[in-house]
C-alpha cells in the first residue's frame, strides 16, 4: 500500500510575519519549483503594495479578498442513464478555501507585463472590492449551478 502525505491545517506551521495559517496556506500554493522564499518574497511586497494603496491592515484585507471568493455551490458532472446533468452541490468549507486561493493565483498569474507582486496585489485589491477576474469566475460559477438547479435533485 502507497502511503501519501498531505499536510493539513494542523501540521502547517504560520508564516513568520502575519503569524497566519491561512497566509502560509497561499504562500505554498504560490511558490513554484520548491522556491519557498521567493514565493514570500512575492506574496510580502505584494502585502506592502496592498497597505500603500488602500491605507487598511493588509491581513485584513487578504481574509476578506478570499472571502469574497469562496464559492457557496457549484456544479458537478453526474451521468444519470444515458445523460450527462451538471447537478449543483454545495462546496465544503476546505474546498472553498483551496477554489478561491486557486482562482486568485489563476487570476494574478494572467495579468502579463507587470511583476507578479504588483499583479497578485491588484488581484486582491480587486477581489476584497468584489470586482476581478477571480471575483468573475465566482460569479460564473454560481451562474452554472442557478441554471441548472432544476437537477439538484440528482444530488449524492
Request: proline share 3%; glycine share 4%.
Amino acid at each position: 500500500m502507497r502511503k501519501s502525505f498531505t499536510a493539513s491545517a494542523e501540521t502547517l506551521q504560520p508564516d513568520g510575519r502575519y503569524n497566519s495559517v491561512l497566509v502560509s496556506k497561499f504562500i505554498n500554493c504560490l511558490m513554484w519549483d520548491g522556491k519557498k522564499s521567493t514565493a514570500e518574497g512575492v506574496f510580502y511586497r505584494a502585502m506592502d503594495h496592498v497597505e500603500q494603496k488602500l491605507s487598511k491592515e493588509p491581513l485584513e484585507v487578504f481574509k476578506q479578498a478570499i472571502e469574497n471568493i469562496k464559492p457557496l455551490i457549484e456544479v458537478r458532472s453526474k451521468r444519470v442513464g444515458g445523460a450527462t446533468y451538471q447537478v449543483p452541490i454545495e462546496v465544503t468549507s476546505k474546498r472553498q478555501l483551496s477554489l478561491a486561493i486557486r482562482w486568485i493565483l489563476e487570476a494574478a498569474r494572467s495579468k502579463k507585463g507587470r511583476p507578479m507582486h504588483l499583479r497578485l496585489a491588484s488581484e486582491l485589491i480587486d477581489a476584497f472590492n468584489k470586482e476581478g477576474a477571480a471575483y468573475t469566475t465566482r460569479e460564473n460559477v454560481h451562474r452554472m449551478a442557478e441554471a441548472n438547479k432544476a437537477f439538484a435533485h440528482f444530488a449524492w
